[in-house]
C-alpha cells in the first residue's frame, strides 16, 4: 500500500497570492517521493492551482440545483479534483453534519469516481467515558452503510482516525494507542487504509508509519508551512 500524506489547509490562507506562494513552495520542495501527497485547499482555490495531486475539503451529496452555496462531485471532477475529506469533525460540530449526511456524501463521492478521505474520531469526554471503540464503530457502519452496492475501488477509500481531543491542541495521541485504533478500524474495514490525524508535526511524524501502523497522515496546521510539510512527507519514505 501507498503511503497517503494529506495536507488539509482547513479555512486558510486568507488570500490567493498567498495560497499560490504556499503551494508553489510545497511543489519546488517535493522532490521525489513515494508517498502519494494530495493538497487540500479551500474550494475558491481548487482550480488556481496546478501540478500536486488536490482534494477538496467538503462535498454536497446532490449533482446539481437549487442548493445555495453548496459543491457537487462532479464540479469537483470538472476542474481536475481526485480527493475529497469528508466528515472531519470540524463539519459535524461547526455545521451539525451527521452521521446520515456523511454516508450520503461518501456514496455520492465515490459513485462520481472521487477518492474518499472519511474522518472518524471520538471527543475528549468519549474517550475519558472510555467509549472510543463504540464512537469508532458507530461512525464507521453509518459513515459506509450500503457503499458495498457501489462500484468503486477499495484504494479510493482511505479512512482517517483524527481523535478530535488531539485535533489542533498539541496533544498527539500516543503512538500506542493510535496502534490499537488502527487495527480496530482495520478489522472492521479490511484492505483500506488508515491514516492518524491530530497534531502531526514533522517530531512526531514518522513514528505513526513506522510503529502504529498507519498508512499515512492527515495534517492540518503543519500544513501551512511548506518546510515542516515536506519533513512530515519525508519522514513517511
Ligand atoms: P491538526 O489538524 O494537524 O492541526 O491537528 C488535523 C486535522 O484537523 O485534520
Known amino acids: 500500500m501507498q503511503n497517503l500524506i494529506v495536507a488539509n489547509w482547513k479555512m486558510n ?7 499560490k506562494k504556499l503551494f508553489n513552495s510545497i511543489k519546488e520542495k517535493m522532490g521525489d517521493v513515494k508517498s502519494e ?86 471527543t475528549q469526554e468519549q474517550h475519558d467515558n472510555e467509549e472510543k471503540y463504540k464512537v469508532l464503530e ?35 495521541c500516543s503512538v500506542d494507542e493510535t496502534k490499537e485504533s488502527i487495527n480496530f478500524i482495520k478489522n472492521l474495514v479490511p484492505n483500506v487504509r488508515v491514516l492518524y490525524g491530530g497534531s502531526v508535526k514533522s517530531k512526531n511524524s514518522g513514528e505513526y508509519i513506522k510503529n502504529a501502523g498507519a498508512n499515512g497522515l492527515l495534517v492540518g496546521g503543519a500544513s501551512l508551512n511548506a518546510e515542516e510539510f515536506i519533513k512530515i512527507v519525508k519522514s513517511a519514505e
Not at 490562507?13 to 495560497?19: G, I, K, M, R
Not at 457502519?141 to 477509500?157: A, M
Open 13 to 19: 490562507p486568507v488570500s490567493l497570492e498567498e495560497a
Open 37 to 122: 501527497v494530495v493538497v487540500c485547499p479551500p474550494f475558491i482555490y481548487l482550480a488556481e492551482l496546478k501540478g500536486l495531486t488536490l482534494g477538496a475539503q467538503d462535498i454536497f451529496y446532490e449533482e446539481k440545483g437549487a442548493f445555495t452555496g453548496e459543491v457537487s462531485g462532479e464540479m469537483l471532477k470538472s476542474v481536475g479534483i481526485d480527493y475529497v475529506i469528508i466528515g472531519h469533525s470540524e463539519r459535524r460540530k461547526y455545521f451539525s453534519e451527521t452521521d446520515e449526511v456523511i454516508n450520503e456524501k461518501i456514496k455520492k463521492a465515490l459513485g462520481t469516481g472521487l477518492k474518499v478521505i472519511f474522518c472518524i474520531g471520538e
Open 138 to 172: 458507530n461512525q464507521i457502519k453509518k459513515g459506509l452503510d450500503g457503499i458495498e452496492n457501489l462500484k468503486f475501488k477499495i484504494e479510493n477509500l482511505a479512512i482517517a482516525y483524527e481523535p478530535v481531543w488531539a485535533i489542533g491542541t498539541g496533544n498527539n
